[in-house]
T-cell receptor, first 115, second 112 residues
Framework: DTAVSQTPKYLVTQMGNDKSIKCEQNLGHDTMYWYKQDSKKFLKIMFSYNNKELIINETVPNRFSPKSPDKAHLNLHINSLELGDSAVYFC??????????????FGQGTRLTVV | GEDVEQSLFLSVREGDSSVINCTYTDSSSTYLYWYKQEPGAGLQLLTYIFSNMDMKQDQRLTVLLNKKDKHLSLRIADTQTGDSAIYFCAEEAAGGYNKLIFGAGTRLAVHP
């Protein structure tokens, strides 16, 4: 039973389209994250939610909008996709936000290719 | 700002020890982490070290922390072909909320 699951695993779409990536965790964790990994494998945090509230919002274009309907789900919606959005997007969760609660469990990633 | 640096490649022979090095900038980080990413997969937490420790051993893995020099290393004893992966060092950014700052990753190649 997958702990942190993302769908879809692969996404190929044209420039200008709007797409969503879904993430669900069954670990009972309070905190969820979205990370972006570019073609050079650099991994950077985009957003973090704790109990459905946004707590980290890095410098990310406002075309990216996270949505957390409940603490087990954190979806990422991207409007007007651009070529530079091509990357692997990882969802993660952790028990909380302090101390060793910070151990993060990662999903398998969604490879987004914008053509 | 926070920054984590690692060398990008390491090649070792099967059975030898591998040492992956990392330097970080935020001296207030409480925990430092090593994650492993196999091809096409997500990141898997390998081990972590609390900032008041100098060393932590976990089976074939040894983590050394030099807080004065802000240097972290991961030693893998008796490296196997299954250890081939990208290894990421990460520190917690100041301000809490478990914002992890990752290094660029070290690609470990293990050859016979």
């Amino acid at each position: 039973d997958t702990a942190v699951s993302q769908t879809p695993k692969y996404l190929v779409t044209q420039m200008g389209n709007d797409k969503s990536i879904k993430c669900e965790q069954n670990l009972g964790h309070d905190t969820m994250y979205w990370y972006k990994q570019d073609s050079k494998k650099f991994l950077k945090i985009m957003f973090s939610y704790n109990n459905k509230e946004l707590i980290i919002n890095e410098t990310v274009p406002n075309r990216f909008s996270p949505k957390s309907p409940d603490k087990a789900h954190l979806n990422l919606h991207i409007n007007s996709l651009e070529l530079g959005d091509s990357a692997v997007y990882f969802c993660a969760s952790s028990p909380g936000t302090g101390g060793l609660n910070t151990e993060a469990f990662f999903g398998q990633g969604t490879r987004l290719t914008v053509v | 700002g926070e920054d984590v640096e690692q060398s990008l490649f390491l090649s070792v022979r099967e059975g030898d020890s591998s040492v992956i090095n990392c330097t970080y900038t935020d001296s207030s980080s409480t925990y430092l982490y090593w994650y492993k990413q196999e091809p096409g997969a997500g990141l898997q937490l390998l081990t972590y070290i609390f900032s008041n420790m100098d060393m932590k051993q976990d089976q074939r893995l040894t983590v050394l922390l030099n807080k004065k020099d802000k240097h972290l290393s991961l030693r893998i004893a008796d490296t196997q072909t299954g250890d081939s992966a990208i290894y990421f060092c990460a520190e917690e950014a100041a301000g809490g909320y478990n914002k992890l700052i990752f290094g660029a990753g070290t690609r470990l190649a293990v050859h016979p």
